[in-house]
């Protein structure tokens, strides 16, 4: 599956910004999907992760309450939905897919990635 991330931008603390990710190939249904973030200098952490059928989500910590991910099988699409948005949570997004069982967060869990997409949060 081929993944491509859209929708990061410039937004103000406290902002909301809605990321997209278009997946092309067959079989999207089979893959659970993840975004994840790097920010300058730092390791790629787990933002948040969701079902194959997209009834279960799950979230890192810091991003509980602020941010919910989604998935459209009949679109082959993820998103990410980011409220209450932080200085701290400027990075680079990716989205990914991961054949892994249960709730993967861990880069070596995912597969394929898309190329990322800059989310630029100002203070």
């Known amino acids: 599956v081929q993944l491509q991330a859209s929708g990061g931008g410039l937004v103000q603390a406290g902002g909301s910004l809605r990321l997209s990710c278009a997946a092309s190939?067959?079989?999207?249904?089979?893959?659970?999907m993840g975004w994840f973030r790097q920010a300058p200098g730092k390791e790629r952490e787990f933002v948040a992760g969701i079902s194959r059928s997209g009834d279960g989500a799950y979230y890192a910590d810091s991003m509980k309450g602020r941010f919910t991910i989604s998935r459209d099988n009949a679109k082959n699409m993820v998103y990410l939905q980011m409220n209450s948005l932080k200085p701290e949570d400027t990075a680079v997004y990716y989205c990914a897919s991961s054949l892994v069982v249960g709730g993967p967060s861990r880069p070596g869990d995912y597969n394929y990635w898309g190329q990322g997409t800059l989310v630029t949060v100002s203070s």
């Open positions: 190939g067959r079989n999207f249904r089979m893959y659970r």
